[in-house]
């Protein structure tokens, strides 16, 4: 089965990357999902929430503040000024 690489990365420093199996964000465009074999894109992210479902089964979530997303030959990069994961990320 095909999956995304996913990168998430804040101005300050590198949030997350793995494999996923769904990328949700909010784009100035409306909301987005993300799967395997996604045309390329790239859009301007509005600040709310995100959720990644991980190949494992795990679940990431949280929220983004204003940024870029970009998808392109199933990668997908978030750029986000700010992003703050769900508490039980933080305390994983």
Do not use: Y
């Amino acid at each position: 089965m095909a999956e995304l690489i996913v990168e998430i990365v804040a101005l300050d420093r590198k949030i997350w990357a793995g494999a996923a199996r769904l990328v949700r964000v909010r784009t100035t465009e409306g909301d987005i999902g993300i799967m395997p074999g996604h045309e390329s894109m790239a859009g301007l992210l509005k600040p709310g929430e995100f959720a990644i479902d991980c190949v494992d089964g795990d679940r990431l979530g949280g929220r983004i503040d204003s940024g870029l997303v970009s998808v392109d030959d199933n990668r997908v990069t978030v750029v986000a000024d700010k992003v703050t994961l769900d508490a039980e990320q933080r305390s994983a």
